[in-house]
């Protein structure tokens, strides 16, 4: 079974984008930047939803031919092109290369690509992410937390009907006071059966 992984850059208060969708708060910087693309590059498939596929389609298919494009951007724009993706949008839109479209229930075909064969998966966009965490579906949490708070707008986490266990298995700092950390999900079966065995200490 293919791990499902939701990573964004977050402000300190939890939001992927300030109100009006402002991103201006969150410019990676070259050492957080190399990180995000070697993540890229580690990635067997990207889900994405309709809004962020539109913000990454309309720059990395040509980033690399734009004047002043640095190495890590052009890096950046291979990898990306060369990464297998699928967008979900309940309107038909126009994807081409090694991008596949998906216009029916996303979770239903979010479950049967984990079911499968294959490397990670990396989901993208706060609604399409949302829907794929109130199921279960996503397997790990990585959070590149800005120190900045920005009052608003489009949080990283959705509301829960109940708890999930996470244990975190990384944190690393970057420059500008960037703390990186993930969590793995713990499925609460197994929670549950470690809870449940007898201790050895009772008599």
Known sequence: MRRLIF????????YIAAPGGDLGWSVPSDELFQWW?????????ALYGRKLWDTMSSHWPTA????????????YARRW???????????????DGNTRLVTGDAVTEIARLKAGDGGPMDIG?????????RV????EYVLAT????VGGGTPFFTVLDSWVDLSLVETRTFSGGI????YETRRRALVRERRERPSRHTG
């Open 7 to 14: 990573g964004m850059n977050v402000s300190l208060d939890g």
């Open 37 to 45: 693309s070697d993540r890229v590059s580690a990635t067997d498939l």
């Open 64 to 75: 690399d031919q734009q004047p002043g494009a640095t190495p890590a951007q052009i890096e």
């Open 81 to 95: 092109r060369a990464m297998p993706k699928v967008v979900f949008s309940s309107t038909a839109i126009a994807v």
């Open 125 to 133: 966009g706060a609604t399409l992410a949302a829907a794929a965490m």
């Open 136 to 139: 279960g579906l996503i397997d």
């Open 146 to 149: 800005a120190p900045v708070l």
């Open 179 to 182: 703390v990186l950390t993930r």
